[in-house]
């Protein structure tokens, strides 16, 4: 029977939930050490995953039941073990537990702290106490379909709790509408001297929002199954900063090429690849940085993400074509 879930227990730390008597075995052992420690040390509940551990208790990697039956005794474990493990942080929600649960189709997931030490476990039945043994994939599926839909109806049930927790960060994308017209009010000497730059203001924000949203997708999807860190994040930024040039770049020549085939006027489509070049390489980079500082901050990245990165986008990309202007056109 599953038990309903609500908006209280959704957001319930992880912790709580945390099962401490899963096995671990030491990243040290061979295949044949390690079977012969469970036969000594029979695990208390249920088997499922088995976790490799250094000496400080820092998760390395997670043995497959079926590889350690199967392999050599001599084989060590860390030639058999998966290293890229999907781990839950300690400040995790079951909210985001719940999620991870039903997008990679796992019966249990390790919560490591910021050290990535391995404090527990939480397993399926953090919101069900219909596990069991599950070897037949439809059975599996059929068990996170019943789960993604119990998961569903708890994020819904509240209509209020859900505008509370959306609108406010809508103000971003109002303080940014606000803030675009009063700017553009400041270049009005550039406006009235070259018209044409206001007919493709909107085809810039376009192209700078449009690739803010994809970023953030795409960090969104990076999110699961991984804990960011600023390392990485930083490491990110100039990958997503170049790619994002180069689309504004190529997005840029072509809607250059028009404005100089329509009017004739090479510095307007100078304008227009400048600033849609800069204004698009830092959308991305907002877009890719923001789900992952979020994340970080132990913000919501899947509501709040979009709005800021796109506020942020229509700022920076109206300076930057602006300013260009002012320069190129004065």
């Not at 012969?36 to 497959?64: C, K, M, N, T």
């Not at 009005?188 to 018209?195: F, H, T």
């Amino acid at each position: 029977m599953v038990a309903p879930l609500t908006r209280a227990n959704l957001d319930d730390p992880v912790t709580v939930h945390l099962h401490r008597d899963f096995t671990r075995l030491s990243v040290d052992q061979t295949v044949g050490e390690a079977l012969d420690w469970l036969r000594a040390h029979p695990p208390e509940g249920r088997v499922i995953y088995f976790y490799v551990v250094d000496s400080d208790d820092r998760l390395s990697g997670v043995v497959p039941t079926r590889r350690l039956i199967l392999s050599g005794r001599d084989t060590p474990l860390t030639e058999i073990m998966v290293r890229q493990v999907i781990t839950l942080p300690a400040e995790a929600t079951v909210l985001e537990a719940c999620e991870f649960f039903i997008q990679h189709r796992l019966l249990a997931l390790p919560v490591t702290d910021k050290d990535g030490r391995i404090l527990g476990i939480v397993d399926l039945e953090l919101y069900t106490d219909e596990l069991r043994d599950i070897s037949d994939a439809k059975q599996r599926d059929d068990l996170f379909q019943l789960a993604g839909v119990q998961l569903a109806r708890g994020q819904q049930a509240s209509l209020l709790f859900a505008f509370r927790h959306r609108f406010p960060w809508l103000g971003c994308n109002l303080t940014a509408g606000i803030l675009a017209a009063i700017l553009s009010g400041l270049y009005k000497d550039e406006l009235n001297r070259v018209v044409a730059l206001a007919f493709f203001i909107p085809v810039v924000l376009n192209l700078a929002e449009s690739v803010s949203s994809q970023s953030v997708s795409l960090a969104l999807h990076t999110l699961h199954g991984r804990r960011p860190t600023w390392r990485s994040l930083l490491q990110g930024l100039r990958r997503e900063l170049l790619m994002g040039f180069l689309l504004g770049l190529g997005a840029g020549s072509v809607v250059a090429l028009a404005a100089l085939l329509w009017l004739g006027h090479l510095r307007l489509a100078l304008c227009l690849v400048g600033g849609i070049s800069v204004g698009v390489a830092v959308a991305a980079a907002f877009g890719l940085a923001m789900p992952t500082a979020l994340r970080l901050l132990r913000l919501e990245p899947r509501v709040a993400a979009g709005p800021v990165a796109l506020a942020a986008a229509d700022i920076i990309t109206i300076l930057a074509y602006f300013n260009l202007a002012r320069w190129l056109l004065g």
